[in-house]
């Protein structure tokens, strides 16, 4: 049925998440400016059905070290498949690296997007545009 086939069409796009930090503390007895790096992990969309399973976010990975610095912004970029309508959760990690190699965390954020497809109709799952999202997060 054509009712059927206008469902399976999902709308679908890849965004680029870009990280970086602002007012981190200074960190040791000289104060100095932490060496960071950030761990994401995405919370997957849940089912419409809501079938009560909590999911659990998946690990995307961990950008490079930024040294010294208390406005860190990391080069690496996490693409993500993001499906319109659906509601995204981004957990992000700061940690500080510490010179003898123990990491401890100075910072710890979430945040939740939705965007909505003006448009789905004309949009199938191979198609992919190019968005780019920006997260910035506050040390404290």
């Not at 086939?5 to 960190?27: M, N």
């Not at 997957?44 to 040294?67: A, W």
């Not at 710890?108 to 448009?119: F, H, P, R, Y």
Request: glycine share 8%; proline share 6%; aromatic share 6%.
């Amino acid at each position: 049925s054509d009712h059927q086939h206008q469902h399976q069409q999902q709308c679908t796009t890849k965004i680029q998440l870009f990280l970086h930090a602002s007012k981190l503390p200074r960190t040791g007895r000289l104060r100095s400016a932490p060496d960071t790096f950030a761990q994401v992990s995405i919370v997957p969309p849940q089912s419409s059905e809501g079938d009560g399973v909590e999911t659990k976010p998946i690990p995307l990975g961990t950008t490079e070290v930024f040294k010294r610095s208390s406005e860190p912004r990391w080069a690496k970029v996490f693409p993500i498949q993001y499906e319109y309508g659906t509601s995204l959760t981004v957990f992000v990690d700061v940690l500080s690296l510490k010179s003898s190699g123990r990491r401890s965390k100075i910072s710890s954020s979430a945040s939740a997007a939705t965007a909505s497809c003006d448009n789905c109709a004309d949009c199938s799952g191979e198609e992919t545009a190019d968005a780019a999202g920006g997260c910035d997060y506050m040390g404290g």
